[in-house]
């Protein structure tokens, strides 16, 4: 187990609102964007509420009100890139919602070929508070685990038990050293004493998530 001075909480954190700002979409990429931001938002549970993209074409007050602050604030800073959609989300003290935003965020840089910006400026780690991702990537060309944690993270649950991740980095060989590079996208997650490994945090999340619904379900008797 590591020691109390390498372990980090995602449990202490406060609440703030994180921003996310999409540039440079196709026009005809609106709905593909649209439903894959979707199926990417409910594949897992979002402790302040589940997140909306908005762009131009939103039908919501709030995702329209908040699309026109957004491209007004753009065009009063002076920044003539094109904004595509946008959306901001409260993260009520879980913080691996900020961490699945992150990945939200790669996943659609990557995919439609586009600039995401994450803005975060309450984050306790200040390399994550403005991020940049351009085809998937930071804008010096490195990969987003590059400036993640490289500890296990220990998340507490509803029922007061602990879930540990653990990034690409995080993970040790048998003498203790750190083991893949920043390729390495697969997260370890351990509930109930079992390990979930899969090719990225979303993926391993819900696999974890699912085994620690299952064990809540059984009788206190078994799982006590």
């Given at each position: 187990?590591?020691?109390?001075?390498?372990?980090?909480?995602?449990?202490?954190?406060?609440?703030?609102?994180?921003?996310?700002?999409?540039?440079?979409?196709?026009d005809?990429?609106?709905?593909?964007?649209?439903?894959?931001?979707?199926?990417?938002?409910?594949?897992?549970?979002?402790?302040?509420?589940?997140?909306?993209?908005a762009?131009?074409?939103?039908?919501?007050?709030?995702?329209?009100?908040?699309?026109?602050?957004?491209?007004?604030?753009?065009?009063s800073?002076?920044?003539?890139?094109?904004?595509?959609?946008?959306?901001?989300v409260?993260?009520?003290?879980?913080?691996?919602?900020?961490?699945?935003?992150?990945?939200?965020?790669?996943?659609?840089?990557?995919?439609?070929?586009?600039?995401?910006?994450?803005?975060?400026?309450?984050?306790?780690?200040?390399?994550?508070?403005?991020?940049?991702?351009?085809?998937?990537?930071?804008?010096?060309?490195?990969?987003?685990?590059?400036i993640?944690?490289?500890?296990?993270?220990?998340?507490?649950?509803?029922?007061?038990?602990?879930?540990?991740?653990?990034?690409?980095?995080?993970?040790?060989?048998?003498?203790?050293?750190?083991?893949?590079?920043?390729?390495?996208?697969?997260?370890?997650?351990?509930?109930?004493?079992i390990?979930?490994?899969?090719?990225?945090?979303?993926?391993?999340?819900?696999?974890?998530?699912?085994i620690?619904?299952?064990?809540?379900?059984?009788?206190?008797?078994?799982?006590?």
């Amino acid at each position: 187990m590591p020691s109390g001075s390498d372990r980090v909480s995602y449990n202490r954190a406060v609440s703030r609102v994180i921003q996310l700002r999409v540039r440079g979409l196709d026009d005809d990429a609106r709905e593909a964007v649209q439903h894959r931001f979707g199926e990417l938002v409910a594949g897992r549970e979002w402790r302040g509420g589940t997140p909306w993209l908005a762009d131009r074409d939103s039908r919501d007050l709030l995702p329209q009100l908040f699309f026109d602050q957004a491209q007004a604030e753009a065009r009063s800073g002076a920044d003539a890139r094109h904004l595509s959609a946008a959306t901001f989300v409260r993260i009520a003290g879980d913080e691996a919602d900020a961490l699945a935003l992150a990945f939200i965020a790669r996943d659609i840089s990557e995919r439609f070929s586009s600039e995401v910006e994450v803005r975060d400026h309450d984050n306790p780690i200040a390399k994550l508070r403005h991020v940049e991702l351009i085809d998937g990537h930071l804008r010096n060309g490195n990969a987003l685990e590059s400036i993640l944690v490289r500890r296990a993270i220990y998340r507490r649950m509803p029922d007061g038990s602990r879930m540990e991740m653990i990034p690409p980095h995080g993970r040790g060989s048998a003498f203790g050293h750190p083991v893949g590079d920043n390729t390495d996208r697969s997260w370890s997650f351990v509930v109930n004493d079992i390990r979930i490994v899969e090719p990225n945090f979303l993926d391993a999340e819900a696999e974890a998530m699912r085994i620690f619904r299952g064990f809540r379900a059984l009788p206190s008797d078994d799982h006590a």
